[in-house]
């Protein structure tokens, strides 16, 4: 079939960017109320800060090398932003961007395949609605995110730049060699799906390597025993909903196209986080490339295809849909900008779950434990924090407790928040 331009391209490119600004605006809003987390937004803001400044890939919080918990050096390229924009919502708004590349993407495929204008608008607008994606940019902010424009595009552009792509891909986190893999397997690059298994493979040698004996947190979702007695949940049937509904099942019709949705569909499902099993948060993001190109596959292969079902799945999509943030009461946000303001700059700080992400652009930054002693570190602590929290790491009574023990610490207090000096010696 010659490959002809995409009709109603410019209003896909338009598509993307009323989605990139309004779900930019969307993660601006949740760094000032203060719902983002220090696993993971945290993280990469310090990590890529730090990059930024000298020291590669280290993680403040965690004394480790980054790339011994995700080996994702291909996130280096977004270390000049917090140079541009010092403050970790840069990283939302050029994940939202990266999210929004992949709505053109989606409606070239489908028009590839298709030659149906309603088609391929039907399926820019399901991957712009879509539960998968929204999950991805409304929770923090992660590799693999970044990931699904490259790995759509490569479908896309096939012969001429797809192993150039999917490449970067691998190098944003380690198991995406194994998502370039399968896509270079489908696109007939078996020489390249070799050498990115193989590259996966010497991945987990680096990371051994670099852990010494540190262990990923998220190494325990793996353990057979945690997968075993999950296996069972109602978390996989949930998400193979979350998966098949707002595409109509259309991944089911696909046939050998629908191959490649099993790599990142049985590791994800491998492990025994129950976010995994409902594919929430970013765990579906490695999933959505190969559900669009199987769904649009599917499509194909339908005797008839009615373009008012688009309309029905985009109902069907916005079903799934969470808000980005809560509302914060005016009080509680004053109290909240207060407290930032007092912060120095440069000072080490240990910060409640939530506050981390507003104070990681510094050298020296720990999470605050209840009950654990912080040293010689400031404490901005949320006693009460709106939306995400971490029950195990908030303690009101011990925050009260802080500011009593030593008033004279004391900087700031009000609204759940408290600013404390570091202790006189």
Not at 144 to 170: D, H, I, N, Q, Y
Not at 401 to 406: F, N
Request: net charge positive; with cysteine; hydrophobic share 55%.
């Amino acid at each position: 079939m010659t490959e002809r331009p995409a009709p109603d391209r410019g209003w896909a490119w338009a598509g993307a960017g009323v989605f990139a600004a309004g779900v930019g605006a969307l993660k601006v809003q949740q760094a000032e109320r203060l719902q983002n987390q220090a696993y993971d937004l945290g993280i990469y803001a310090n990590v890529l800060w730090n990059t930024a400044h000298g020291r590669p890939f280290w993680d403040s919080l965690k004394g480790i090398n980054y790339l011994a918990d995700h080996f994702s050096p291909g996130m280096a390229v977004l270390s000049p932003l917090l140079r541009l924009w010092p403050d970790a919502a840069v990283l939302g708004v050029a994940q939202s961007m990266a999210l929004a590349f992949g709505i053109p993407a989606v409606h070239r495929l489908a028009w590839n395949k298709t030659r149906d204008r309603a088609a391929a608008a039907g399926f820019a607008l399901l991957y712009a609605l879509s539960p998968l994606v929204h999950e991805a940019a409304r929770f923090d902010v992660h590799a693999v995110a970044f990931a699904v424009p490259l790995l759509l595009w490569a479908f896309v552009l096939r012969e001429r730049a797809s192993t150039g792509l999917l490449a970067c891909a691998g190098t944003l986190q380690e198991d995406q060699w194994l998502c370039a893999a399968a896509a270079a397997w489908r696109l007939g690059r078996r020489r390249a799906a070799g050498v990115f298994l193989a590259a996966f493979a010497l991945t987990l040698v680096a990371m051994r390597g670099l852990a010494g004996d540190f262990v990923p947190a998220h190494w325990s979702f793996y353990d057979p025993g945690a997968v075993l007695a999950s296996v069972f949940s109602v978390n996989r049937p949930l998400g193979l909903l979350r998966l098949l509904i707002p595409l109509g099942g259309l991944p089911l019709l696909a046939g050998a196209d629908a191959l490649p949705l099993l790599v990142p569909l049985a590791y994800t499902w491998l492990g025994s986080n129950p976010h995994q099993g409902r594919l929430e948060l970013q765990y579906g993001a490695p999933l959505i490339p190969f559900a669009f190109y199987a769904a649009i596959s599917g499509w194909t292969r339908l005797k008839r295809r009615p373009s008012w079902a688009f309309a029905v799945l985009a109902l069907a999509s916005v079903v799934w849909l969470r808000p980005y943030s809560k509302p914060v009461p005016p009080e509680k946000a004053a109290a909240a900008a207060e407290l930032l303001s007092r912060v120095p700059a440069d000072a080490p700080v240990c910060a409640s779950f939530n506050l981390v992400p507003r104070v990681a652009l510094r050298r020296d930054l720990c999470l605050w434990v209840p009950g654990r002693p912080s040293g010689d570190y400031w404490l901005a602590l949320d006693a009460s924090p709106v939306g995400f929290g971490r029950g195990d790491l908030q303690s009101p009574a011990a925050v009260d407790a802080l500011a009593a023990a030593d008033p004279a610490r004391v900087v700031c207090a009000g609204g759940g928040f408290l600013l404390l000096s570091p202790p006189r010696r």
